[in-house]
Antibody, heavy 119, light 106 residues
Framework: QVQLQESGPGLVKPSQTLSLTCTVSGGSMSSGSYFWSWIRQPAGKGLEWIGR???????NYNPSLKSRVTITVDTSKNQFSLMLSSVTAADTAVYYC???????????WGQGAPVTVSS | SYEVTQPLSVSVALGQTARLTCGGNNIEYKNVHWYQQKPGQAPVLVIY???NRPSGISERFSGSTSGNTASLIISRAQAGDEADYHC?????????FGGGTKLTVL
């Protein structure tokens, strides 16, 4: 059974860079044809897709966030990471990592990492 | 950019059938997925590719599409079905989520 776990600082100062890592267990990230995504959810609001990466390093990003987002992968550690630059209070949210299967459905999710942007 | 819209809230009487909708231009031609999310928990996939249930999901959950509307149908609604439900599609190299619908079981 695949499991995902987010980790990283829960508090980030405005204008700084938010950094999170997702560790995948229960299988190698390189097995199968999967994309690995980051999704966020502000309190009381809907889900927002941030972007995704394939194990080759190929990425897609949400156009509304593309200028500030970088997603990387380290298959040797079975991890992928998110960096979101120049954060503001609007970036305060629970951040989820997820595995994207065929037809772009998200079959496996991490438990979520709350991140607050505040000075 | 493609957008999908969901009503903010839907109510259903215990034991009755709930129909949650997801609107989008020609959505019937897209793979629509549905997620259930309970407070403080990560979303769970309940329907994929319009009308397929993952292993372990109750047969009371089903889906359909027609024209510009996709639907998640929950039959014989139970108190445990009370949750937020999100629809999701893929369009032009982008994942798109609806705003989510809060289902209340009365």
């Amino acid at each position: 059974q695949v499991q995902l776990q987010e980790s990283g600082p829960g508090l980030v100062k405005p204008s700084q860079t938010l950094s999170l890592t997702c560790t995948v267990s229960g299988g190698s990230m390189s097995s199968g044809s999967y994309f690995w995504s980051w999704i966020r959810q502000p309190a009381g609001k809907g889900l927002e897709w941030i972007g995704r990466i394939y194990t080759s390093g190929y990425t897609n990003y949400n156009p509304s966030l593309k200028s500030r987002v970088t997603i990387t992968v380290d298959t040797s550690k079975n991890q992928f990471s998110l960096m979101l630059s120049s954060v503001t209070a609007a970036d305060t949210a629970v951040y989820y990592c997820a595995r994207e299967g065929s037809s772009s459905r998200f079959e496996y999710w991490g438990q979520g990492a709350p991140v607050t942007v505040s000075s | 950019s493609y957008e999908v819209t969901q009503p903010l809230s839907v109510s259903v009487a215990l034991g009755q059938t709930a129909r949650l909708t997801c609107g989008g231009n020609n959505i019937e031609y897209k793979n629509v997925h549905w997620y259930q999310q309970k407070p403080g928990q990560a979303p769970v996939l309940v329907i994929y590719r319009v009308d397929n249930r993952p292993s372990g999901i109750s047969e009371r959950f089903s889906g359909s599409t027609s024209g510009n509307t996709a639907s998640l149908i929950i039959s014989r609604a139970q108190a445990g079905d009370e949750a937020d439900y999100h629809c999701q599609v893929w369009d032009s190299d982008t994942v798109v989520f609806g705003g989510g619908t809060k289902l209340t079981v009365l």
